[in-house]
C-alpha cells in the first residue's frame, strides 16, 4: 500500500488510484479542483475590495474614521500581477504569499511543457484556474503533484482569509456517465458537475441525457 503524498493527508491509496498511478488520493484531487473552481468567485470579491480601499485611500481626506484596513497590502498583493520572469520556487525561499495570478501561470507553465501544450489561448487568472482544474488528473500523477496541492492549499488559505468567500461544493448523487462511479460533484459558481474519480466535466443537459439513457436500458 503506497500513501497519497499530498501534504497533510496520510490515506492510503485505493486500487483504482494506483492503477490510475495517481500519486495523491481522490478526496485530495476533489479539494485541489474545488480550490481551483473557488477562484473565479474569489477574484470578483478581492479585486472589489481592492479597489474600494484604492478609491477609499484616493479620497486624500485625513482624520477618516474608518480604521484603515489592516489586510488591504495582503490583497494587494494576492490579486497583483505576477512578477514578469517568475521563477519557480520549489525551496521555498521566498518569504510572503506570492501573487495569485503568479502561482497559477507557474503551474500552468510547467503543465504546459511537460505535455507540450501552447500557452492558453485566454490567460486570466480564472481562465488559468481551469486550465489547471482540466489536467489535474494527470498532474495527479506527477512527482510535484503534492508541491502543487501545497501552494494551492495556502494560496486558498490566504484567499479566504481576506475574501471570507465561502464557495460550497456538493456531491451530485448519479453515476458519472464516464466512470460509473458515484463520484459527480458540483461546486458553486462552476458551470459543470465534475467527476473526482475519472476527472470529467459534464453540462446539466449531458448529465440528464445520461439518466435518460440510463433509464431506457
Ligand atoms: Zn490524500
Ligand atoms: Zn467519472
Keep these: 500500500m503506497t500513501a497519497c503524498i499530498a501534504p497533510h493527508c496520510s490515506r492510503d491509496l485505493r486500487d483504482h488510484e494506483e492503477a490510475a498511478s495517481q500519486l495523491i488520493c481522490d478526496p485530495c484531487v476533489h479539494r485541489m479542483r474545488a480550490q481551483l473552481a473557488a477562484i473565479p468567485a474569489a477574484l470578483i470579491v478581492l479585486r472589489d475590495g481592492s479597489m474600494q480601499r484604492e478609491r ?12 484603515p484596513l489592516p489586510c488591504r497590502m495582503d490583497t494587494l498583493n494576492l490579486v497583483g500581477p505576477a512578477a ?11 518569504t510572503g504569499q506570492r501573487p495569485l495570478a503568479g ?17 492558453p489561448h485566454r490567460h486570466r487568472p480564472e481562465d488559468l484556474a481551469g486550465f489547471l482544474a482540466s489536467h489535474l488528473g494527470w498532474a495527479s500523477t506527477q512527482g510535484w503533484i503534492s508541491e502543487f496541492a501545497d501552494e ?33 460533484s458540483r461546486t458553486d459558481h462552476d458551470a459543470y458537475t465534475r467527476c473526482s ?4 466535466a459534464w453540462t446539466v443537459a449531458e448529465l440528464n441525457a445520461d439518466a435518460a439513457e440510463r433509464s431506457a436500458a
Design 152 to 184: 494551492l492549499g495556502s494560496l486558498m488559505r490566504q484567499v479566504r482569509g481576506i475574501a471570507r468567500v465561502e464557495v460550497r461544493t456538493r456531491a451530485i448523487s448519479r453515476p458519472c456517465p464516464r466512470c460509473q462511479m458515484m463520484t459527480l
Design 197 to 200: 474519480n475519472c476527472g470529467t
Design 56 to 67: 477609499t485611500g484616493d479620497a486624500g481626506r485625513t482624520g477618516t474614521r474608518e480604521a
Design 103 to 119: 502561482v497559477l501561470a507557474d503551474w500552468t507553465r510547467l503543465v504546459c511543457e511537460e505535455r507540450h501544450l501552447p500557452w
Design 84 to 94: 514578469s520572469g517568475t521563477v519557480h520556487d520549489p525551496h521555498g525561499d521566498q
